[in-house]
């Protein structure tokens, strides 16, 4: 009986492992939008200076995610999705600010 409640145990702990990063990536995805939504705000004139931290915050998130090897295969999909969608808008935005004179990029 207490190796059925091991097992039990070690499966719930996966689960709750599993939820846990899927918890992460809706963070990240979230994040990714409210960048979008700061940088449009700085290239509309609204803000002074561009969210540089908040972006360096989301790669240094991007990259911890990237370098876990438990994710599930359509984790790391997701993953890789919104890889791709931040690797655009952040050529999108250096661009952006190089073509202002930013050289904060």
Not at 29 to 43: C, H, M, T, W
Not at 63 to 75: G, H, I, M, P
């Amino acid at each position: 009986m207490s190796m059925k409640g091991n097992i039990y145990r070690q499966t719930t702990s996966s689960l709750e492992a599993s939820a846990n990063l899927d918890k992460e990536l809706a963070r990240i995805e979230d994040a990714i939008r409210k960048l979008k939504v700061d940088f449009d705000i700085f290239f509309n004139g609204s803000s002074k200076r561009p969210p540089l931290e908040a972006r360096a915050r989301l790669e240094s998130q991007i990259k911890r995610l990237a370098d876990n090897r438990s994710l599930s295969y359509a984790q790391r999909f997701q993953l890789n999705n919104l890889i791709s969608r931040f690797t655009s808008y952040r050529e999108l935005w250096r661009r952006a600010l190089r073509s202002r004179g930013d050289e904060l990029a």
